[in-house]
């Protein structure tokens, strides 16, 4: 059983678009627990991704079905857990709710140049620059049937989109828990 105002939160989004940072500075502030999803992709996908290949379906299924199994585990325990996960199409959007039922996304929305310009500024992520076409190509963005999908603009400064995603997850917090 799933203590229901417990809720697990999925930071979404294209690689570069802020996930790591607005989730893990929202985790200290909200005092919530923290996961970032790529510490569960096998081996294999690591390898693959730093060569500059993209990843296929079959490659994200145990790698989605291990972080199915973490967001269960975190949402049975915690007041906030916050997940970071691309989820960058709606089935891989569905395979994280299945069976969690407090479980939410927040997608970190932005355009490719902003995007672009970011990983161009990036250093030591095994992330290539190159494949954020491939990313922006597999994107499905969130549709009006995914009313649990709550869209930030990220381009504004970053501690700007800390504080959206801040306000949109107090809004679901009892009154006591955000004083």
């Given amino acids: 059983m799933t203590n229901n105002q417990n809720r697990v939160y999925v930071i979404m989004g294209v690689s570069g678009s802020g996930k790591s940072a607005v989730a893990s500075a929202v985790a200290q502030r909200l005092s919530a627990n923290f996961l970032d999803g790529d510490f569960l992709h096998p081996r294999c996908n690591i390898q693959k991704m730093a060569s500059g290949e ?3 379906d079959d490659d994200r299924a145990p790698w989605l079905a291990a972080l199915n199994d973490a967001a269960f585990a975190m949402q ?29 996304f927040i997608y970190l ?16 992520h095994f ?10 190509a597999t994107l499905e963005l969130p549709g009006q049937d995914e009313s ?22 107090q809004s679901f917090l009892p009154q006591e828990a955000c004083a």
């Fill in 54 to 56: 993209p990843l296929n």
């Fill in 76 to 104: 049975r325990t915690n007041a906030v857990s916050i997940i970071v996960c691309s989820a960058l199409k709606k089935h891989y959007r569905d395979r994280l709710r299945a069976g969690n039922d407090n479980l939410s």
């Fill in 109 to 124: 929305h932005g355009d490719f140049p902003v995007i672009e310009a970011r990983l161009a500024a990036r250093k030591g």
């Fill in 127 to 136: 992330f290539k620059p190159q494949m954020l076409v491939t990313q922006f």
């Fill in 148 to 169: 649990d999908v709550q869209a930030i603009d990220i381009d504004q400064p970053l501690d700007a989109v800390i504080a959206d995603t801040v306000r949109h997850i």
